[in-house]
């Protein structure tokens, strides 16, 4: 799948993926700052906030990742790298196939305070039961012959950790559709399964399901999803059969607001929509 990111998003990216690469290997700003043979100051500038514009050149990128453990991230970062390095502003830049799709989600879901999402087809991956998560990566990898189907798997499960981070759990808000909900997707057994765990109870957690006889869409039927930080960026994310989009520009995040708060309006409430689900639930289990 191609992804297109904006040049402010890349260094988003580069900034989110040395922090998680660096902590993942259990090593301290002082010990990268001496493989570079620099100060600790001077590389904090690479994991500062957004207002930062401090990033790596390519060659300290690969030492960096290297002593991180994670020299198969060099020649996706390499090409993010790029991009945020930019002098032009504004515009989308393609991201080649060697990376994908879910490598660049995850980089920002990982540091995101909350995440409101609208799901046409399938329940949210973060929601998602190992056998319910299977049949979709499975079917996935029909269409797909390079995906990896096991890798996906375990990348999906180790998301959902995040709606159990401490201190400060992911807060996710999924907009549903009912009809996700009659699909037996692995078949009845696991639809069922998947329904009662939707039916547990998250205090960080809220589904809102739009019924199936609402007649407008605001999405136009494809998924999106708008992600907060805790530095007050926000961005959108907009997904097609072939290609991703990443946005963050104010007018852009701005509409994205709109459509949650028009899905929002057309959703029922969030007891409404539990009953809704158990009525759904004891139908397929009947």
């Given at each position: 799948?191609?992804a ?5 998003v890349?260094?988003?990216l ?33 994991e ?6 401090r ?9 960096l990742?290297?002593?991180f ?25 393609s ?8 490598e660049?989600y ?16 399938v ?13 979709t ?38 907009y549903?559709e ?20 939707l039916?547990?109870?998250?205090h ?12 407008m869409?605001?999405t ?6 708008l992600?907060?930080?805790t ?23 701005e ?20 009953r ?11």
């Amino acid at each position: 799948m191609e992804a297109f990111l904006s040049r402010e998003v890349a260094r988003e990216l580069v900034r989110y993926q040395l922090i998680r690469c660096r902590e993942l290997a259990g090593k301290t700003q002082k010990e990268a700052a001496t493989k570079l043979g620099t100060s600790q100051a001077y590389y904090a500038q690479f994991e500062n906030s957004q207002g930062n514009k401090r990033r790596p050149d390519q060659e300290k990128l690969s030492i960096l990742l290297e002593f991180f453990g994670a020299p198969d991230r060099i020649p996706i970062l390499s090409e993010v790298l790029e991009i945020a390095r930019s002098s032009m502003s504004g515009g989308k830049y393609s991201i080649s196939n060697l990376i994908s799709d879910i490598e660049l989600y995850l980089a920002l879901e990982h540091f995101a305070t909350s995440l409101d999402v609208y799901e046409p087809n399938v329940v949210n991956g973060l929601l998602q039961t190992p056998e319910y998560a299977r049949a979709t990566v499975d079917y996935a990898a029909t269409i797909n012959p390079d995906f990896d189907a096991d890798t996906a798997l375990d990348l999906r499960m180790q998301r959902q950790l995040l709606l159990e981070r401490k201190p400060s759990p992911l807060k996710l808000t999924m907009y549903v559709e009912e009809a996700v909900f009659t699909r037996p997707v692995g078949g009845v057994d696991v639809l069922h399964g998947q329904l009662l765990h939707l039916l547990k109870r998250r205090h960080n957690v809220m589904i809102r399901v739009i019924p199936q006889a609402t007649v407008m869409r605001p999405t136009g039927g494809r998924p999106l999803g708008l992600m907060r930080f805790t530095d007050q960026w926000r961005v959108g994310y907009a997904e097609t059969p072939i290609s991703s989009y990443y946005y963050d520009a104010p007018g852009t995040i701005e509409q994205c607001g709109t459509i949650m708060g028009h899905l929002h309006h057309i959703a029922l409430g969030a007891d409404e929509s539990r009953r809704l689900i158990d009525r759904h639930r004891q139908q397929v289990g009947a």
